[in-house]
Nanobody, 126 residues
């Protein structure tokens, strides 16, 4: 397992942008997949985006596609989530996660990730 720490959350007006960061300590190997999940107030956890560490291949939830961009910096062991055109429905606690074993390459299911950060709050005001 690796240790993950998110940063970059905050309060932003609708239409604004934020960039979240997820710094990983420990060795990140090529077979890692890292992801962003979020939990809106009073709702369950939902998949946001994932990226394969070796090829930087991204995957997005339909609700954020074309607005959010996931990326990673190998040298810094850090993953990012650039969030544009934010709306109040994006308000949530955002978590980053990492894992190495994904049956059927299902990167959207939280149960396959075995390392999690503590979360960073994103609040979008209308």
């Amino acid at each position: 397992q690796v240790q993950l720490e998110e940063s970059g959350g905050g309060l932003v007006q609708a239409g604004g942008s934020l960039t979240l960061s997820c710094a990983a300590s420990g060795r990140i190997f090529g077979n890692f997949v890292m992801g962003w999940f979020r939990q809106p107030p009073g709702k369950g956890q939902e998949f946001v985006a994932s990226i394969t560490w070796s090829s930087a291949s991204p995957n997005y939830a339909d609700s954020v596609k074309a607005r959010f961009t996931i990326s990673r910096d190998n040298a810094k062991n850090t993953m990012y989530l650039q969030m544009n055109s934010l709306n109040p429905e994006d308000t949530a606690l955002y978590y980053c996660a990492a894992g190495t074993s994904f049956p059927y390459r299902d990167f959207t299911a939280p149960r396959w990730y075995d390392s999690w950060g503590q979360g960073t709050q994103v609040t979008v005001s209308s």
